[in-house]
């Protein structure tokens, strides 16, 4: 079975500073693994997605992340901080059949002006 | 645009009281999810549904069931409302077809309970 962990519960930027949110995944296979947002009172929302193509995965405003088999690692990044992506980042893994996903404990994320 | 609706935003009820929780899905989707989503412990999938009629346990499913008569809308429901049910609640749906966006779950934008 397939497992994700957040190594960050809080992180806190200032605006225009780089963002790195960090994931670890476990997993027999070759995994598949995305990037959700959720915005405060907001539903979550799909920031990107790694089905095993391209090892750099862009994602909507500015975010991407890279998966390192190597590393088991699927960090998220995004090159200059702005206000508006202050929110609740979740690293999911997709773990058997019928698109079950497992979700990481999430990571709050602060942008400070 | 997917669009996940949950019946309500808010609600509050008494412990041991009957609670359904409403989601409807615009896009066709096969596969249906109920979770809960609780500080520092992420999402958790109570059940989920594949087709009409069916349905599979989650990882949480005690203390819930669901129903789903039609593909479109899948009921959550607490048989006795208790204060460990006090949660946000959040549904989500997906398709099965590739190019639809297989693999990607939409979310509804969730349903806070207060169960006192």
């Known amino acids: ?113 | 645009d997917v669009k996940v609706t949950q019946s309500s935003r808010y609600l509050v009820k008494r412990t041991g009281e009957k609670v359904f929780l409403e989601c409807v899905q615009d896009m066709d989707h096969e596969n249906m999810f109920w979770y809960r989503q609780d500080p520092g412990l992420g999402l958790r999938l109570i059940y989920f549904s594949y087709d009409v009629k069916m349905k599979e346990k989650g990882d949480i499913p005690e203390g819930y069931s669901v129903s789903r008569e039609k593909k479109e809308r899948f009921s959550l429901i607490l048989e006795s409302a208790s204060t460990n049910q006090t949660s946000m609640y959040l549904c989500a749906s997906s398709s099965t077809v590739w190019g639809q966006g297989f693999h990607e779950q939409y979310f509804g934008p969730g349903t806070r309970l207060t169960v006192t």
């Not at chain 1, 963002?19 to 070759?30: A, D, G, I, M």
């Not at chain 1, 598949?32 to 391209?54: D, E, I, M, R």
């Not at chain 1, 862009?58 to 088991?72: D, L, Q, R, V, Y």
């Open chain 1, 1 to 113: 079975a397939q497992s994700v962990t957040q190594l960050d519960s809080h992180v806190s930027v200032s605006e225009g500073t780089p963002v790195l949110l960090r994931c670890n995944y476990s997993s027999s296979y070759s995994p598949s693994l995305f990037w959700y947002v959720q915005h405060p009172n907001k539903g979550l929302q799909l920031l990107l997605k790694y089905t095993s193509a391209a090892t750099l995965v862009k994602g909507i405003n500015g975010f991407e992340a890279e998966f390192k088999k190597s590393e088991t690692s699927f960090h998220l990044t995004k090159p200059s901080a702005h206000m508006s992506d202050a929110a609740e980042y979740f690293c999911v893994g997709l773990n058997g059949g019928y698109n079950k996903l497992i979700f990481g404990a999430g990571t709050r994320l602060a942008v400070h002006p």
